[in-house]
């Protein structure tokens, strides 16, 4: 779909204006993980692929992680996600890395909304690289604000919370 491309370039270029940022620094890029997925083995295996590629790109992973359990709620039901993207705004992550998009949200409006505020706040979102028939999940309604206040600023903030 061309909006689906349209908002892959947007992504993209929000995580490319981040890093670069980051690295003018000297700074890693940190990132947390987000998984839509129940306790358990599931979700640990969700976690490790992240991990993985985070390894890859050489970028660092955060000592807290984040989840919401279910199909894809709608983004505005999901507290971990939430907490996920307060987390990163207050400094603790430069950008959110889940599986794929369908793990945030498939509805297009929804999804250009939370590009643009996370933006805002200075974090990206990334993925794991495309798999050739991962399945998506149903297109959640439109979603809502998920915290208040103004954007971050990129700092040479090296630790995680306690």
Same mark, same amino acid.
């Given at each position: 779909?061309?909006?689906?491309?349209?908002?892959?370039?947007?992504?993209?270029?929000?995580?490319?204006?981040v890093?670069?940022?980051?690295?003018?620094?000297?700074?890693?890029?940190?990132?947390?993980?987000?998984?839509?997925?129940?306790?358990?083995?599931?979700?640990?295996?969700?976690?490790?692929?992240?991990?993985?590629?985070?390894?890859?790109?050489?970028?660092?992973?955060?000592?807290?992680?984040?989840?919401?359990?279910?199909?894809?709620?709608? /983004?505005?039901?999901?507290?971990?996600?939430?907490?996920?993207?307060?987390?990163?705004?207050q400094?603790?992550?430069?950008? /959110?890395?889940? /599986?794929?998009r369908?793990? /945030?949200?498939?509805?297009?409006?929804?999804?250009?909304?939370?590009?643009?505020?996370?933006?805002?706040?200075?974090?990206?979102?990334?993925?794991?690289?495309?798999?050739?028939?991962?399945?998506?999940?149903?297109?959640?309604?439109?979603?809502?604000?998920?915290?208040?206040?103004?954007?971050?600023?990129?700092?040479?903030?090296?630790?995680?919370?306690?």
């Open positions: 779909m061309p909006g689906d491309a349209r908002l892959e370039g947007l992504r993209r270029q929000y995580q490319r204006e890093t670069e940022a980051v690295a003018r620094l000297g700074r890693p890029v940190r990132v947390t993980p987000y998984v839509l997925a129940a306790p358990g083995a599931e979700r640990q295996a969700d976690l490790d692929l992240i991990g993985a590629h985070v390894h890859r790109l050489g970028w660092q992973i955060t000592r807290s992680s984040f989840a919401d359990i279910g199909q894809a709620p709608p /983004i505005e039901d999901r507290t971990g996600f939430g907490e996920a993207c307060r987390y990163a705004a400094g603790f992550a430069h950008g /959110i890395v889940a /599986i794929s369908a793990a /945030i949200t498939t509805h297009n409006d929804t999804y250009a909304h939370l590009l643009d505020e996370l933006h805002r706040r200075r974090v990206f979102l990334a993925y794991l690289p495309a798999e050739p028939g991962r399945p998506l999940t149903n297109p959640p309604p439109g979603g809502t604000r998920l915290w208040h206040g103004g954007p971050p600023e990129i700092t040479s903030n090296e630790g995680d919370a306690p």
